[in-house]
């Protein structure tokens, strides 16, 4: 959506005229196709960087639009989050030495945007989603004060109707609310852009479409998510549920969601692709458009097409298609959204050049894919990929191959050959498939991350875990080594090095009783677990009582008449509670001054955590050591 300004459809002359434009820019892009009036014959690549903002302690920063200001550089522009900016890089012709050109543009702007960063106490990250990204990130302080951000969550919030659902399950399971569409920038990517022939644009576009599984399967970054393993490539499931704007019902009904990865094989023109977009999503922005498309096309001009291209920025396709006019020319081209940032720039590179060898390498044998391929089979690739990375095994062309083997028997043949057909160096073609090929046989940066993730979690916290896990991804990027080369993470990483919030402390897996609950229940659990503090809940699940070892000792003191006796008749009612943002010298402070053992943590009136004395010790400990 660029740095337009929008409005809520909320407006209905605005609205009413807005869908006038957009009916005829539809027209618009026909005549133009009818008359062959974009470019064709030549192929140019283009790409935009997302990136992390981090602090010293390797946790989120939130100075992106002061950083921004600094740059003052028109590649640079916000995202949806203050810890996080986007890169723009200039398109290119396809050929000879572009990628490596590429390369050198994207080195020298993510070297410009870390010392800006630098300036204001931030460092520069390149990953699918930060791994310490906490649940206080995603509150709408956190937001970007655009009025497009605003009116975007605005108008998200009303078409759902309610707040927004996140369930995502791998080996641990994610399952919370949140009241704005925030958690989808937790999500970071490198998009790739690829100008394709209006007359091919169908027959390119379902190519990509299944080659999307496998080049996913190799090119996982993101298997974390405020602390649970989830998805090798969380980002797919996360960036649909954040920002979902069906609402369930009792009647059993087909939605499609506004990030999606399509339901059939596309058949006809790219104008027919925005005319199945337009019957399926209602319109959510709008702005006021100044310019007629039909006028600008019958007086010789490119024409922007600006309410289409505001409406289709609303619809998050993993393989977007796209138009774009300059003064002198329009273009079509395929936006490829799935591939996340990092590891390294190097990694990133290899990931661009397989896609654009695949996407040129295409054989005959493979040029009606829609005729080989059941679609359920594609996108069924595409979400085991997502799934499992790597270890997925791919329905392809009626066979069951792993993703291993079909890269590197079948799909980088077929690179080698499509970057040597678009007039690629070899060298450059060698330099950048042989990291496919090395980390197809090794590891992914999801595989990456989960191994070590478990490795640290074993010996310490997880919030310790997921600091440790940052840091060596930042140390490893700025030693350039491609992912298949990063070493494991040290057996003891320094704990609670960057602590200073009770949040970072706590653990989220809390043993709980209800207040209705048989006493005698809550007692054994205390000595089953070996816990001495049991949070109490009542039916609405909110924090009503605490008990702890004491009450233990005194209901087996008397246990003859405690036989039908609850948890509400022995539990202390009076609790004294904290939030996960307290400071953790505050909370040290409020546990002396009540001369208590513990601290339930609460957040939007549920519990959430516990920290106790035991904590505060490792915390004191760890802090002297």
Known sequence: MGNQVVSSALNQSIRTEFIRHLLNDVKCLELMLERKLIESGIHRIGAEQEISLITENYRPQNNADEILKDLNDPHFTNELALYNLEINLDPIELKGSSLNEMETNLRRLLNKASAAAARHDAYVLLTGILPTVSKTELSLEYMTPKPRYRALNEMMKGARGSDFSLHIKGVDELFMKHDSVLTEACNT?????????????????????????????????????????????????????????????????????????????????????????????????????????????????????????????????????????????????????????????????????????????????????????????????????????????????????????????????????????????????????????????????????????????????????????????????????????????????????????????????????????????????????????????????????ILTWTHMQRFDKEAEGNKNKTVRDIMESKVISADPEMLIKEAISLMKKHEIGCLPIIHHDHLVSIVTIKDIKQYDEDQSA
């Open 189 to 545: 990517s490198f998009q790739l852009h690829l100008q394709v022939d209006p007359e091919n644009f169908v027959s390119e576009y379902n190519w990509a479409q299944a080659i999307s599984g496998p080049v996913l399967g190799v090119c996982t970054n993101s298997p974390l998510l405020l602390g649970r393993e989830l998805w090798n490539e969380t980002r797919i499931a996360l960036f649909q549920q954040s920002i979902d704007t069906r609402r369930s019902s009792y009647a059993v009904k087909d939605q499609i969601s506004r990030v999606s990865f399509g339901e059939t094989w596309e058949e006809g023109t790219i104008a027919d692709i925005y005319k199945n977009e337009i019957a399926q999503h209602k319109v959510l922005l709008c702005r006021e458009i100044e310019s007629d498309s039909l006028k600008e096309l019958a007086e010789g001009k490119y024409p922007r097409l600006e309410a289409l291209s505001v409406h289709n920025g609303t619809i998050y396709r993993w393989n977007r298609p796209c138009y774009g006019a300059t003064k002198n020319s329009a273009h079509v081209r395929i936006e490829n959204r799935y591939i996340p940032a990092g590891p390294t720039i190097i990694d990133q590179m290899a990931n661009f050049a397989f896609w654009v060898g695949l996407m040129k390498g295409r054989t005959i044998a493979h040029s009606e894919v829609q005729n080989q391929m059941d679609f359920e089979d594609v996108k069924s690739n595409f979400i085991k990929a997502a799934r499992y990375g790597k270890g997925s095994v791919m329905n392809w062309r009626g066979r069951q191959v792993s993703v291993r083997d079909l890269v590197t028997r079948e799909l980088l043949p077929m690179a080698y050959d499509g970057l040597e057909n678009a007039g690629i160096n070899k060298s450059t073609a060698e330099r950048l498939l042989s990291i496919i090929d090395a980390r197809a046989v090794g590891q992914t940066g999801a595989q990456w991350s989960i191994r070590n993730y478990r490795k640290l979690k074993r010996t310490t916290r997880k919030d310790d875990a997921l600091l440790a896990l940052t840091k060596y991804m930042y140390k490893n990027q700025t030693e350039d080594k491609p992912i298949h080369e990063w070493p494991e993470i040290p057996d003891h990483p320094p704990t609670h090095e960057h602590a200073s919030r009770v949040g970072h402390i706590m653990s989220t897996r809390v043993f709980t009783v209800q207040e209705d609950d048989l006493a005698e229940l809550a007692t054994q659990i205390i000595q089953w677990k070996n816990i001495h503090h049991v949070p109490v809940e009542n039916q609405k699940g909110e924090l009503c009582g």
